[in-house]
């Protein structure tokens, strides 16, 4: 049977969303090559197109693309069965199968541009009441997703993210030795919370043996987070932007320690990744990192700065994960399944 894909996603930056949707595509279409990946013109992550062998079509580009170019394109060839899994979808085509990522935009309306909140908050109830199923990251979404939008559990399947490809490969052969880094990864908004993590190090004594690494970027769709970054160097905190993946991977390596203290997060694949690198994990204690992290992180209350600090000293002081509790982890949280999970409820729903 012939299923597509909304490939949106090749013409944005890659964040958590457009990584889960570049490795369950991979994954797609290894396990049914008969699936299409259909894009807008203004290609960003050529390599990946190419990958896929990804189909140009329409005119327009963003959100009229996908609402106007990319259901015209669809109905012209029967109505074939569309998976969405950057969260938004056409919303007037009837065979859509959609994975939303978390409620960020519900919840916090305040942490992102105005103009995405409103966009979101109107369009995501009519995806989520016309989608023929749904996915999410985690059973904590799954739940939100259900009394938010009064849908049933069961019509919600959890495909949990996972390791990429790249970092599988690369990711622990001959690693480099561990050195004094605290690590963050994330894009630069208020929800993930670097403000914090600045001051708790800033505050700490580490910040006289530990260099502190945050990788991400800014978007113009998130609120101003309000970091001042002058000054940050000689606090021994370095800021990196426009990282590509080599290089995120060769400092996943060498970090000794990984924090994610989001105020609010659908899943987390930076802290995945940090486990799978063999660093030591610090978390916010938030609904989702419970869920997923229990017994594999130090947690923390992400506002107060002692228990900060207190978690990241106790990081500092901890034996690296064991090979063995990370490879049980990754049993659990992997693309392959993800994929599996997708094409599953696409092929049997559409054969009915």
């Known amino acids: 049977m012939k299923i597509f894909v909304n490939a949106r996603f090749l013409s944005q930056p890659v964040t958590g969303v457009q ?16 699936t299409t990946f259909i894009t807008p013109k203004n290609i960003f992550n050529t390599e990946v197109a190419n990958e896929l062998n990804a189909k140009v079509i329409g005119t327009n580009t963003g959100h009229l693309w996908e609402q106007w170019d990319l259901p015209r394109f669809l109905k012209k060839h029967n109505s074939p069965p569309l998976f969405n899994p950057c969260n938004t979808a056409p919303v007037f085509y009837t065979n859509n199968y959609t994975t939303l990522h978390d409620l960020a935009f519900y919840h916090h309306p305040q942490w992102n541009s105005k103009a995405f909140s409103l ?35 069961s019509g919600i399947s959890v495909t949990y993210n996972g390791i990429g490809d790249n970092m599988l490969r690369n990711g622990r052969q001959g690693s480099a030795p561990k ?13 993930k919370n670097h403000h914090n993590l600045i ?28 970091i001042d970054e002058a000054g940050l160097l000689a606090g021994n905190i370095e800021v990196l932007r426009n990282v590509g993946e080599e290089e995120l991977i060769s400092v996943y390596r060498r ?9 609010y997060e659908g899943f987390g694949i930076p802290v995945l990744e940090g486990l799978f690198n063999g660093c030591k994990v610090v978390c916010s204690d938030i609904p989702v990192y419970r869920e997923l992290y229990n017994g594999h992180a130090f947690f923390s209350d992400p506002i107060n ?7 990241m000293y106790a990081a500092v002081a901890a034996p690296a994960p064991l090979p063995e509790a990370i490879d049980a982890l990754l049993s659990g949280y992997n693309f392959d399944t993800s994929a599996a999970v997708v094409l599953q409820h696409m092929l049997q729903q559409s054969a009915k």
Do not use: M
Request: glycine share 4%; aromatic share 8%; hydrophobic share 45%.
């Open 19 to 34: 990584r889960y949707a570049i490795e369950c595509s991979r994954k797609i279409k290894k396990l049914h090559p008969d």
């Open 305 to 311: 700065l002692d228990r900060i600090k207190d978690a």
């Open 119 to 153: 966009w979101y908050n109107a369009i995501i109830p009519r995806i989520v009441s016309g989608s023929r199923h749904l996915f999410t990251v985690s059973h904590t979404i799954q739940k939100e997703i259900a009394a938010t939008y009064h849908v049933p559990e």
């Open 199 to 226: 001051k708790a190090f800033l505050a700490s004594s580490l910040k006289d043996t530990f260099r502190l690494v945050i990788i991400g970027d800014t978007s113009k769709v998130f609120a101003e987070t309000g």
């Open 255 to 263: 970090a000794s320690v990984v924090v994610s203290l989001s105020l």
């Open 179 to 191: 050195e004094n880094i605290i690590l963050a990864v994330g894009s630069f908004n208020i929800r």
